[in-house]
């Protein structure tokens, strides 16, 4: 089956320690986004990757960083430095990276941190 | 509509009548647009999507609606099931733009 998957589903972390989500995607798509998801709120993006070993900051990337070194993966590492993890994350890839082309998301994952 | 607050619109609906959610977008630029629906606790799944070339699309029991004038989406679902209960959100991109931007969503309630 194509997709995206990321892990875990659920992450507990305590405070001050780094975190990395996991995204995988087997759509053979050159673009890869995460984005965060609060309550009542709409998607903000994090970082994006156009391309292997390429990539950018979205417009919330203060406390994260990303890598990409192979086209099929995208992990997302939450650092110590962001003052507020706790939320819903959101991975999702596409074709190509155009505003005119559909996004598709992974199940998420959703942190924790006390 | 949409918000930009922390409450979502909301929207309840008796199983079996249609429902109509709106969007209002942002960017007269925007020649794209999708519609997502969003379970608790799930990723976003695509629904319909739309091009500024067209004023209408209809896909399984569902219709999307574009009004380039007054920058405005509806998604229209016919015979509302409870499985339709969930988060909906529009997207807008442009050719040459860097990115999708989400509207924060409607939460959609399907009463049995």
């Known amino acids: 089956d194509g997709g995206i998957t990321q892990s875990p589903k659920y992450l507990f972390r305590k405070e001050g320690q780094n975190v990395t989500l996991s995204c995988e995607q087997n759509l053979n798509h050159d673009a890869m986004y995460w984005y965060r998801q609060d309550p009542g709120q709409g998607l903000r993006l994090i970082y994006y990757?156009?391309?292997?070993?390429?990539?950018q900051k979205g417009d919330i990337a203060e406390g994260y960083s990303v890598s990409r070194e192979k086209k099929e993966s995208f992990p997302l590492t939450v650092t110590s430095a962001q003052k507020n993890p706790t939320a819903f994350y959101l991975c999702?890839?596409?074709?190509?990276?155009?505003?005119?082309?559909?996004?598709?998301f992974g199940p998420g994952t959703r942190l924790t941190v006390t | 509509g949409e918000s930009v607050g922390l409450h979502l619109p909301t929207l309840s609906v008796q199983e079996g009548d249609n429902s109509i959610i709106n969007c209002a977008y942002s960017?007269?630029?925007?020649?794209?647009f999708i519609w997502y629906k969003q379970e608790s606790g799930k990723g976003p799944q695509f629904i319909i999507d739309i091009r500024s070339n067209m004023d209408k699309r209809q896909g399984q029991r569902v219709t999307v609606l574009l009004n380039k004038t007054v920058k405005h989406l509806s998604l229209q679902i016919a015979a509302t099931q409870p499985g339709d209960s969930a988060v909906y959100f529009c997207a807008e991109g442009e050719t040459g733009a860097n990115n999708l931007f989400f509207g924060t969503g409607t939460r959609l309630t399907v009463i049995p």
């Open positions: 960017n007269s630029a925007s020649d794209y």
């Open positions: 990757s156009q391309i292997v070993n390429d990539f």
């Open positions: 999702a890839s596409s074709t190509q990276f155009v505003g005119s082309y559909e996004q598709y």
